[in-house]
Every structure is written in structure tokens, then in C-alpha cells.
């Protein structure tokens, strides 16, 4: 058995991160690929946590082995075993859950055993970055629908539109995705809990010593991953927002809230402020990705901020003359679709990524 | 061979009309239900038009055996033959298209010539009637994607959404359906392509002596046929009707428009005109069927008028008091479901009658 | 309106026939194929029966906009009308119901009137021949399960595993299907109703005078049109003939039937003898399609004679040295999926297709 | 946190085992199931192995949240935490492989610990026992197509028919599986892998001196449990046999080989030796089984053997007057639906699942 680190030419690191050795796992989908030859490989990871463990997946050959929570402490994790060594198989260790508000939570990769060499991952067509909230988060993805309020076990990758849309395009992908965040505004109407706000960050979304140890705090490195596109899920939680009351900013007093008009559709201050939200957030993502298309891709719950968004989008092209910015309108779920969490499940997420995939197809990324 | 009139007690008449013999075929879905045990069938039809050509079903156990345009003039069409004898088959002979604007179009039935006896069709637990637009009338379910602006033959009831609810709920069932039409106004901004104006007539949307002596300008015999469900999937024209140019009536010289803001969504005046009518076509509808459940289902094309539905039902509700009124929010299509003339296909008819079923459940009708 | 021939250059005739104004229909699924430009279009078709009435129907960019029954006598059939005038579509008008044993019976068409020009059909790919018995004559595919002995109703092009397949290769296909019958002797154990005694022959399972005036017994033009492949579905009314009585030749006295043995599987005479007719006809087919691919496919039903044809076409392969033959073991249906006559429905059709395609692809004709 | 043993009297024990603290799991599917309204819950697991580890899901309300490989040594798995206090929900821990041969292996529960109470998980309507080969031990439906010769890794219970008709019934349910093994032979020809052979005791397909410690080798407590129905999946091996060499029996030096025909189908001796053992498994069967239905459901790989199959069965009822026993033909699987180890998928599993139901049914079980 030969032992690896994280570091090794031949591995793919998938999420953002600076540091690489241990390597922290931050993001949903964060982990590592690679290929290798070998019978037998293990896995060593570290995780803690106070309120919300760890989840991952252990994939080969595409194919989920394992889902499991991650023991505290060190542990070193049997992949698999009794394989014939000498065929090469890809294989992928990733994080299933968001990065969540529990400062003794963290998740590290010290490395890898195996009996066989590795090898790169077949190559990557493209590069996608997933902006998003718990849709993209694959909230209500894993869980019966009977379960709620459950914490880190209803998060999943097994059908997510975000991983599903990547491994169409054969895309080494990332997904930045908090529940309940939004592009103006939160769930909550704060305007704490949004997306826009900690973009430039490998995973400031996190708080606690330990973190900016890691290095969650410091600035992502934009020149050493450039993505063709960025689907940016966003909207959703503004949208609900409507329904939850107004916030108070506990620092300066300053109250705020989402607000429709008695006969339906959202009244125009929150729309302005809303349109210009997302308009920012356009300008930030064009800014640090030149060359990217940006797609704005909302909808998979119900369709109540499509007006805004796509007038928004419409604006913010108009304005800047930027061609590589576009909206689409996903299939919003139904009753009958409904997964853990009261989130939308499975069919309603492979429905999004089949219409996601149609669009991306026309800019030939 | 005897012959039969639509008059004979074991013949079930679908749709609305006063006149039976000749039985004039007025809306999409009219037609004749009954049971018979014969080798043989023919039925005896008389058609004209000038331009829209008349098109038909026939099914046989439930199954479309033929589909098919009338030929201009008396004919004889045989519905099947060859058929061993003594077995009882339910037969279903359905006008596939909508009443048109062609004074000279008309399909009648004379009567039908069988072998064997009639029989009752098999009982209908309960009644439903859908209002609607070109989604109720089937646009899109017959043809290619490649068929547009291609008159009669793009009408079908193969997999339409109300022929699916109504078999689950093995009903009696009527469409009131005209392409293009709405609530308030029609896709093209005018008051008068609206199905509330029409709906205590048998089939009022038609003009033309013809059509007068063939009763369809006559009040609906409300007492004689009461449904237990009427289905509104009415809205969706009114929402288009804001990419449209303004509509002028040419007697008054009055001028409206449904307008939309600019940062996206309806302008309040457009939107409160819209809810007035909502509100008033709820109201004739209760009046006229006392008992009946009320249910707006919206949506199946997109979303654009879900929230001043939602609003015009709940203030319905909170001021009528009438419990029996409520809002659906059907699933709205996607670019990969389209089937002819732009409209949605099978795959959204099939979900939207999946929703709609799960709801209608509640209802216990 | 512009009158046209049968014969002229721009319109494809499907299926075989050595007569061509007018043509005569004999074969399932044959029928002309064409594109228009025009908005309207009629077929002028001449019918008769004495028991058995003619189906056809008719395709615009592949979707079936009719089906029907043909009048008897000389008819003039509208297939559209109202189109918009100026856009090419691929018109396919194609016999629904296999010849029957009613030599009143025919089929012509005398051609077609249309307001626009005609253009040949799109460029096919490929030749396929399908010689077959009831599952590749479609019976099944049209009517409810309820509908047995019913007769030329049940007949269906719709779904047929031979129409998807030549769909997804772009094939001009041909498919020569006789319900009952085998490849060496039929479903009742004769030995005359049997695909490879007539196959040199237009039509050949027909009988009478007129069918003769005809064409139907003429020697089929195999210089004419070479397939790239011919599929046999043949064996699965050899395999049920296990279950029928014996037949005795009325001129020769001579009796014969498919025996099993009393364990269960074919008693060794009937298998040579099977296997002797499986190597005859596979070297007919050779001789007539010296190119094609020769595959061998069966087992939609259920799977009694799959031993037997696979050790008569290994044994060819090896006595022949002809490598281009093949056999393929179709997905059985089950009682899931029956459709009308107690025969295998869409479902069990759409498997099959997806399973022979897959096969095909390897051949790359 | 509260300790509960195996034995608690809400924890219903699944699969054969006549020890129960702790509760050695032999068998695929063997585990345990209870509910709970904690919001927190561990299992106290020992396993040790020396080639073929052992996996196991753990499902929360029907949904498997968690598939692993059990560490060796005494474990503690957290199922969940962070759930709501108070709700009830179903938990199930299930064996994932077959038994092994592998002496050293082995998997215990210890029990499990939990904030909440336990409840007996909702009534079982009926008793239903698989008794098969690599089919019902699941191989093939985890891990993908390129998992070949892979060992423990490619048995899954996700997706398996016998899980899917037993959720169906609501059924109390256990599987006896051995990859390769038969009912007259194995898939080696050889006379010692059959499941006849051991279906008296608990797990006597298994070695071993800690084995027998566990009560592997115990008779079978049959009146313990009686099962409403057994369905025997076997016969797919002992075709399989024909391709395979002799098999010598290293005592006796007696040889023997399932034979084919050179022109196809089980030679004579093979298929009368194989109903013999069919026939007496079926009289064992019903001799430890008085009440139950008896079906043998086979076919889903291909149907080599359904002749024999078929006429084996119809020989017993006849012999016997036993009419609670049946034949069923499973629909075989097809290239498109290969799994693992080239073994059907879960498309065929559904599929069969769906037919086995039906016949299901008609037994009122």
C-alpha cells in the first residue's frame, strides 16, 4: 500500500480552497478525482463538528459505493476492496452538505492509500461554477419526504441538477450554495445571508478561528480557476421572503422587507431594489470572470420573482452590452415531486438539468 | 343494420347543446357515448365549412381506433367492422377541434346504423366542466413541432389534460375552450374574445344564422346538466395579452391594454381590471352551478399571472365566503415538451392532469 | 391544385410492387412518401373488400394526423388543409393492415392533387427489409386489450418496433408480415403458410385474379432495390404450433406438427426440421440480398424456439462461412404490456426497437 | 442516551437467526427494524473479515440514507442525528451481501443507543421468502457496468425485486441467496452449491467453526415463521451449467454436466435430473411450509430453462394435487438494462418486480 497526499499531480481537487494539504473540504461537492489501478484504497480524513456532521459520497466509476456520515476524530475510510487490480477506475470523494454555522465543523482530506498508482482524471471538457441556495445546496435531494427539520441529512448530490448538468458537459464544476440565502436578501429578509456578498471568498459564508485557519476566509483564486459559464441560482429566497417579517439590521436600526402589493406581484421598491441586487451581483461576476457566460438560471421551486429576474438580466445587458449574460426560466416542481425537507426531489431536479443543459448547448462552451 | 337517432335513451349526448336530432357538435370534446354488442357500426354525419375543416375521434373500449377530417357533406363513415358479435364495446365518437369562425362550418349527427343493440355506456361517477383557452381546446397535442399557423389539424384530445382528469374520474365531462381567449381580455388586448361573456350560452362564441337555427345562441340548460367541478384554466391570454399592442374597440373609440412595469410585473390598473373579472366570472359560475367546486387552474404555459390569480381567488373566497372556490397552479411547460403550434405537448398535458388529479382527490367529488 | 401521378420522380414508393399508376398497396407499410410546399393536399385512393376493409394512415414531419378506414370504391381523401403555403413538409401515407386472404380486397392509389410543388423526400440512409409474422405486422398496436378477433382494426403502424427502427436509421424499410405464420411451417403446423416460400414474389401470400392483374404474383425486382439489412422475425408461430393440433396436407396426406417433449423443450425431429427451414431460408436471403446483413431476430413474445434458432444460424454461419449473419434475442413482453389481440403492445415494441438498434449500430450499414 | 439490545420486543428481527443477542446477520437482507421518536440514534456493530467485507444500508422511513462498508472490530455508526424530537419514524439496518466464504467473517449487532423511545414498526400484512442466486442476493445493482469481478462491492439491496414486492405487500420478508448456486446444480456443474441442499437450516451455506457459534448451522425455526408465500428465483444457474465444463465430485469421482442438444434445448438426462430436483424442492418446500403459496419465478437473465421449469412445476401439482404451487416467467433482462458484473440492473428488477406483483395479487395472500 502506497500512501498519497492530497497534493499529488495526478489529483483533481474539486471546490475551492487555498490550502491543500490536509485538504479542507468547504462547499457541497467540494473533494477529490482521480483514476487508479489498484484493488484496495482508503481514504484518511479528520472531521468535528458541535451540531451538524459530515456527510460524504465515495463514487467509482461514477457509480455511488457509499454515502455516509463522517466519523469524528481521524478516521481512515475503506473505498473499496477485493477489486482486480490493474483496471483503471475513476474515483471521486465528495462533500454532500453545505458549509454550515457550527464553528467546530470542518472536514479534512489528509490523503489516500492504495495498492495501485494514480492517475489523472479523464480530462475535463469545461469548467461550471453553480452560484445558488438550497436548491443547488441538494437540499431535499436525500430523505423521505416525511423528513424536516433534520439538519445535515437531508443534503444530497445523487440526482442534483448542478451534478448532473456537469457530467453532461464533462465539467470539472463547483457549487457555491447556502439554503435559505438570496441575491438581495434572505429568507429572513436580512440582507446578511446573501450569495453576492461572500462571492470573492474561498468560503466566507463560514465564521471561527479555525476556518480562517484553514483558509476559508481568504480570497478565492480566480486566476487559477476561470469557469466557462456560472449558473447563478438565485431569486428563490428573495421570492419567499415576501411571506416571512420585515428584518431589523441589529447594528444601525434599519428595517427592511420584501414586499408584494395587495393584488398580487412584488411592490415596486422591493422590485427596484431586488432588480438592482441582482444587477450588482452580474457586474461583480462579469468582473472576475471575463470570459464566462453568466446564466441566471431560476425557477425550480415556483416562478414568482420571473418578472424581476428577467427584466433585471434584460437591464443589466442593456446597460453594459454584455451578450454573455442570459436568463432561464426552470421547470418549476410540483406536488408530486417533492422530496425531503419540502424541497423539490429528484424528478424535478433531472427536469431542471435537461432544460439547463438545452440552453447550455447553444453557447457552445 | 338497425338504425338509431343521438335521441335513443341508451345514448349518452357529451356537450352542450339544446337541438338532439340532428345533433349539432359545437365544442371541442362534443359528441356521443353509448355501449353496443355489434359487428358493425356506421355513423351518419353531415359537415360544411368554408375554411376550418371538421375533424373527429372514434374510440372504441377507450382506445382512438380513427381520427380523421368529416368530408363536406352527408356521409356515412363506418366507425369499425368485423368485430365479433355479442361482445358489448364502449363507443365514443368526439369532435377533435373548436367551434371556429367560419359561418358555414357545422357537424351534425344523424345517427348511426349498427348490427347489434344499444346499451348505456358504462355510469359516470360525476361531472366536469373546463373552461378554458387553446390549452383546454388541445392546440399542440396533434401534429409535429414543425406544424404552425395550420388551421383545424393541430387540435387533439389525444392526451389533453381534461380528457385525462375525466377518465381518472371517470365523469361526464364538457371543454368550453377558444384558442386565444381569456378572463378579462384576449391575447390581443380586446373585450370581447372572453369566455365569461359567453358562458350562459350553449355555445355563444359562434356566429351566423346557421349556427342560430342549430341552437347554439340559446341559453344552457343549466338545470338539466350541473357539474360537480368546474375547472377554469383561464389566464394565461390575458398574461400574453402584455406583449401585445393595445386594442381599440371600434364602436366606443376605447382603448385598453394590459401593461406590465418596467422593472417586471403587472402595472396595479391592469391588474385590478383583471382580478375584477376573475372575481365576476366566479361569481356567475356559482350562480349558475350552485353546488359545484370552482377550481382556476393556471399555469400549464407559464406563470406570468399566477400571483393576481392566487390574489383574485383569495379576496373571491374572503368576500363571497364561498369555500368551494380555490386555486391551482398547474406545472408549466418547458422548451422540450412542445408540441405543435409552439403550445405545450403530451408530457405537459400528462403532469398538469397528474396535479390537477391529486388535487381534484381532495374534493371528493 | 396541381394533379400528380404515382409515378412521378419526386415521390418515394414504399413497399414492393412492379405495378406503379396505379400503384397498388399490398404490404404493410407501404404506401409513397414525399415533401410539398403546398397548403393543401388530397389523395385519390380505390378501394374494395369483401370482409376484410383497408386501413390507412397519414404522416406530416412524422406525426400521424389520420387513420382510417378507406371507402370502398374510388375516394377522394383530404389530408390537410390550411397549411401555410411556402413550407416543405414530409407527407407519408402508408397501409396500415397486412394482405388478407379476401381477394376482393385492394388498394390503389391513382395519386394526389396539391396546390404546391413536389420535392422528393429527405435523403434516406439505408434499405431495411423486415420479413416477419403478426408482431412485425403491428397486430396488437392498435385497439384497447379488450379488442380480440377483431379483425383488420387491430392492425397498427404506430409504435411498430420496424417503423422505430427504420425511423432512427432513416431507412427506406419494407416489411413483409404475416400474422400466423412461420419459418417452417405456420401457428396451425402447415406447412404452406410460411414467409420464405413466397419471398421471391411481389406479394405472393395472395390468391385471386384481380391481385394477380395486379402484381402481387410477379417476381420482385430484388435488383431493384437491395436492402443493406433484412431483419427476420420469424419462429415464434413455429414455436406455438407446439400447442395446436396436427395438419394434414389435403392433397398428400401428408401430417405434420411441432411435438415437445414431455420434459419440456422441442423433440428432436421438429428441431431439424425447424433448423433445416431456419438454414434454407437464410441461404434464400443470401442468394437474393447477396450484400445485406442478415439478422435473425426473435423472442418478442416469449422465448421457446430461441435454442433452436440460434444453434440454425450458428450452424449456417460455420456450414456457409457467410459472416454477415446474425442473430439477436428480442426482449420477451409480459402481461404488463399486452395491447389488443392478446399481443404484445407499445411498450414490448419500443424495448424491442431500442434492443435491435442497439445491434444494428455494431453493423454500420 | 439509552441502551437497547437486539431482543428489545419493538425491534422486529429480519432474516434467519435463532441467536439474537447479539444478533449475527447471515443473510442479504437480514437486519433490523423498529421506530423511534428520538432524535438521535447509533448501532453497536462487531464484523471482521478476511477477504469480503461486509456492507450495510440503513434506511430512515423507506428512503436508504446511508450504504457503507462496516469497519472491522466493534463500531459504533451513528444512523442520524439533529433529527426533531417526538416524530416517529421507521429505521431499518439491512445487510447489504450474501453470505460469504469467508471463515473469519462475520457481522453482529450489539444493539443500538437512542435519545427517544422505541415502537414496533407498522404491522406487516404477510410473510414472504426469496429463496435464489445472484439475482435476489442483489449482484449487479450496485456499483457500475465497468465493476466487474469486484467482490462485495457489487451486491446492493437498492432497487432489488424482492425488496421492491415485498414493500408492495408490506411485507415481513427474507431473502436466501448465493451468487452461482442452483437448484439441481450450480453454475460449475457441481452437486454441492444448491439451495435445496441447505434450506433447513439457518445459514448452513456457510463454513466455519465461529459460524457454528453463531447458529449458522441450527435447523431453521419454522414454526417460528411461516411464510404466507415462498418464491423460488432458481434454475438461471443450472442453465448456465450447459456452457461450463464437468464437474468431478472429489470423493466419489462420479462426473456429470448439464448437457445440451447440438440442435439446441437440455438434452434428455439433464432435463429429467433437473425437474427431479425441482420437484423436490418443491415437496421440501412444502413439507416445511404447509399453508404457503409456492412460486417458482425465474427468467430474468434469459429463459434457457422455462420448458423444463415449466413442466417440472406442472408435474408436481399433478403428482402431488398440491395447487398452491405455480410457474411465472420473469421478463428477461436485455443489453441495455446491464448492471454490475453483467447482471441485470434496476430496470430489469423493476420490471420483474412489477410482473411478479401481479401474479402476486391474484394469490389474496
Known amino acids: 500500500m502506497v500512501h498519497y497526499l492530497p497534493t499529488e499531480p495526478e489529483i483533481l481537487i474539486l471546490g475551492r480552497t487555498r490550502k491543500k494539504n490536509p485538504l479542507p473540504l468547504f462547499w457541497t461537492a467540494s473533494g477529490l478525482e482521480f483514476r487508479t489501478d489498484g484493488s484496495e484504497l482508503w481514504f484518511e480524513l479528520e472531521s468535528d463538528y458541535e451540531s451538524m456532521e459530515e456527510w460524504i459520497r465515495i463514487e467509482v466509476d461514477g457509480f455511488c459505493l457509499q454515502r455516509l456520515i463522517v466519523p469524528k476524530g481521524r478516521s481512515r475510510l475503506c473505498a473499496f476492496r477485493g477489486f482486480p487490480k490493474g483496471t483503471r477506475r475513476t474515483v471521486r470523494l465528495l462533500k454532500e452538505v453545505q458549509p454550515m454555522l457550527d464553528e467546530r465543523r470542518y472536514l479534512l482530506v489528509h490523503g489516500l492509500e492504495c495498492d495501485g498508482k494514480l492517475y489523472p482524471p479523464l480530462p475535463k471538457k469545461c469548467r461550471i461554477e453553480f452560484v445558488g441556495d438550497s436548491l ?108 416571512r417579517p420585515a428584518w431589523t439590521d441589529p447594528e444601525t436600526g434599519f428595517s427592511q422587507r420584501m414586499v408584494s402589493c395587495p393584488y398580487g406581484g412584488l411592490e415596486e421598491q422591493s422590485a427596484l431594489r431586488f432588480e438592482a441586487a441582482v444587477k450588482d451581483f452580474l457586474k461583480k461576476l462579469r468582473r472576475l470572470n471575463p470570459n464566462a457566460c453568466l446564466l441566471w438560471a431560476y425557477g425550480m421551486c415556483e416562478h414568482r420573482m420571473s418578472p424581476y429576474l428577467e427584466a433585471a438580466v434584460r437591464d443589466y445587458r442593456k446597460e453594459s452590452g454584455d451578450e454573455k449574460a442570459d436568463f432561464l426560466l426552470l421547470p418549476a416542481t410540483n406536488p408530486l415531486w417533492v422530496g425531503s425537507e419540502n424541497h423539490p426531489g429528484k424528478k424535478e431536479h433531472e427536469l431542471a438539468a435537461k432544460v439547463l443543459i438545452e440552453r447550455v448547448k447553444e453557447y457552445e462552451i
Open 136 to 243: 443547488s445546496a441538494g437540499v431535499g435531494l436525500a430523505g423521505a419526504p416525511s423528513l424536516v427539520d433534520a439538519g445535515a441529512a437531508v443534503y444530497g448530490l445523487d440526482g442534483n441538477y448542478a451534478l448532473l448538468t456537469a457530467e453532461y458537459f464533462q465539467a470539472d464544476f463547483r457549487i457555491l450554495a447556502k439554503c435559505g440565502w438570496g441575491a438581495y436578501c434572505s429568507c429572513d429578509n436580512d440582507l446578511v445571508h446573501i450569495m453576492p456578498k461572500y462571492y470573492e471568498q474561498v468560503c466566507g459564508v463560514l465564521t471561527g478561528e479555525h476556518n480562517r485557519e484553514l483558509g476559508a476566509f481568504e480570497e478565492n483564486d480566480f486566476s487559477g480557476w476561470q469557469p466557462d459559464l456560472v449558473v447563478i441560482n438565485l431569486g428563490s429566497n428573495d421570492g419567499f421572503a415576501v411571506d
